[in-house]
């Protein structure tokens, strides 16, 4: 049962969009150094319809921030409650697009990594368009608001929200093993494996992992009508869009783990090493002996 009184909740709502301001700086810092990586690399490592999806993400975010600031002040005057009603409808829509988008990006990643297998994405795929479906409902009922529709709201939100983290982590799992096969087979083939906290980081930072612990909070506190959720769910949305703009930094640098990316990585490397010592050989083979030089000298004399 929800107790929270109005100062709690006013609060709660100021502390929420507080931190998603702070979360969006962030955001927007990293998909500045996203934009800039490529710009100064070439397009060696450019994919099209990541970079696509990346833009459109940041374009979502900053709509969500916007609206974010807009309830936020527009809570503390007297709005009539059907524009109220008007802006929470467009921010749950916006929500839902960038829940949707990040996990396209990223089912899209499990399909590259998983040498482009159809099979893995059909699950996910599936799912993540039944929750951006019940996102779009509880928008539609929240912008034909009356009391007696809030049980439906939660029973609709709770649906699309759980359906949203089973997504996540299945993705997350499979991208998970498929990373830690990488790994064995490239340990295997003598192929310079990685330190084991290069496979730690890869694994927190390209799976989705660090999407579905915030993802788990979000689903608990919105089921438990906690006013922790009024704080925590904007900036967690905010994380939804971090942590793909991360992934997308590494694939610039050419650092993601992938098959494809960790041979040509050892490709490059082992050329370099080759050329260097050959190199050496030539400077080596091109210098007079001192030994043959001393014993020259040792005939003459």
């Known amino acids: 049962m929800d107790t929270t009184n109005p100062f709690e909740a006013v609060g709660a709502g100021f502390l929420g969009t507080t931190l998603d301001s702070a979360f969006y700086g962030v955001q927007a810092t990293l ?13 060696k490592n450019y994919k099209r319809f990541l970079n696509v999806a990346m833009v459109v993400l940041f374009v979502f975010c900053t709509i969500f921030w916007a609206l974010d600031v ?9 709005i009539r409650q059907e524009e109220q009603n008007i802006l929470a409808a467009a921010f749950t829509v916006v929500y839902g697009l960038i829940d949707f988008t990040t996990q396209i ?6 399909w590259t990594i998983w ?3 159809y099979i893995v994405t059909i699950v996910p795929l599936f799912l993540a368009v039944v929750s951006f479906a019940c996102v779009c409902t509880v928008a539609g009922l929240i912008f034909n608001f009356k009391i007696n529709l809030i049980p439906t709201i939660q029973g609709v939100g709770d649906t699309g929200f759980a359906v949203s983290l089973v997504v996540d982590v299945y993705v997350t799992s499979f991208i998970l093993g498929k990373i ?3 790994s064995k087979e490239f340990e295997e083939l003598n192929l310079d494996p990685d330190r084991p906290h290069t496979i730690i980081m890869a694994m927190f930072l390209e799976s989705g992992l660090v999407m579905v612990i915030p993802q788990l909070i979000w689903l608990v506190l919105f089921i438990l009508h906690n006013v922790g959720y009024e704080v925590a769910s904007n900036p967690i949305t905010q994380i939804y869009a971090i942590t793909p703009t991360i992934l997308m930094i590494r694939i610039a640098l050419g650092v993601a783990y992938d098959a494809e990316t960790m041979l040509g990585t050892i490709m490059v490397s082992q050329s370099e090493k080759l050329e260097t010592q050959e190199l050496t050989e030539v400077g080596i083979e ?3 002996s001192p030994k043959s030089d001393g014993n020259k000298s040792n005939y003459t004399t």
């Open 31 to 43: 998909f500045v150094l996203f934009i800039a990586i490529h710009h100064y690399q070439g397009k």
């Open 70 to 78: 807009a309830l936020e002040y527009y809570s503390l005057t007297n």
């Open 105 to 110: 990006i990223f089912i899209y990643r499990c």
């Open 115 to 117: 040498q482009r297998k």
């Open 180 to 182: 830690r096969k990488i």
């Open 286 to 288: 091109g210098e007079p």
